[in-house]
């Protein structure tokens, strides 16, 4: 709880029980007197009501996972040299730009590029890709834990604590993977699909 929070609460706290001690000795309770206990108890739950506020607003940001997997960087073969350096350059600004950790890029039933820390298993689409797919949309799991099929990444890293998924047509997906639960924002989800609608452009021109 951040200081002004907690100074906030125990002022809160001492305004009630002094009102609620007050109320306890008095000998004659008079209309003013029971006028002064509301007004007493309304600022007492409105300095504990502030100290609630000041600390929803200010959350204590998610720890960061350590993931299990090696830095890695691969790109498959028989990629000619603009695809090489779109994919190099679109998968380096994502990793730097944005919270991402790992970045796999699947088109035409194989994995293209794996870059960041990144596991040995074989990523095959499940479910949630396909989601994407049909929706034609961004899917972002703030907090994996929570939805099933995210062993679907697995292969990729073991317990991803985010992941972003977005489909390239009906042909392949842009998988983006975080260290830590709900770490991506608004933005990193505009870097994401603007990224990958000019990749999608220059695979289905190249390929």
């Known amino acids: ?22 109320a306890l000795t008095v000998d004659l309770v008079t209309p003013s007197f029971q006028r002064a206990e509301v007004l007493a108890g309304v600022a007492a739950v409105g300095l504990m009501l502030m100290a609630v506020l000041w600390t929803q607003a200010s959350p204590i940001a998610p720890s960061k996972q350590i993931l299990e997997g090696n830095q890695r960087f691969e790109l498959v073969d028989g990629l000619n040299d603009g695809l090489q350096k779109e994919l190099a350059w679109g998968s380096h600004l994502l990793l730097t730009a944005t919270p991402a ?31 994407a797919r049909d929706r034609s949309e961004l899917i972002s799991l703030v907090n994996t834990s929570l939805f099933p099929g995210r062993i679907e990444f697995n292969p990729i890293v073991e317990n991803l604590p985010a992941v972003m998924v977005y489909p390239l047509a009906s042909n392949g997906w842009v998988v983006l993977g975080g260290c830590s639960e709900r ?9 994401l699909i603007g990224w990958s609608q000019r990749l999608r452009t220059e695979l289905e021109e190249r390929t």
Do not use: H
């Not at 950790?101 to 689409?125: C, D, E, H, M, T």
């Not at 991506?184 to 505009?190: H, N, Q, Y």
């Open 1 to 22: 709880m951040r200081p002004v929070a907690l100074i906030s609460l125990i002022a809160g706290l001492l305004t009630l029980s002094l009102a609620v001690f007050n």
């Open 101 to 131: 950790a790992v970045i796999l890029v699947y088109w035409n039933n194989q994995v293209l590029l794996r870059r960041g820390i990144s596991g040995n298993g074989k990523f095959v689409p499940g479910e949630i890709c396909r989601q």
């Open 183 to 191: 770490c991506f924002s608004r933005s990193d989800e505009l870097w």
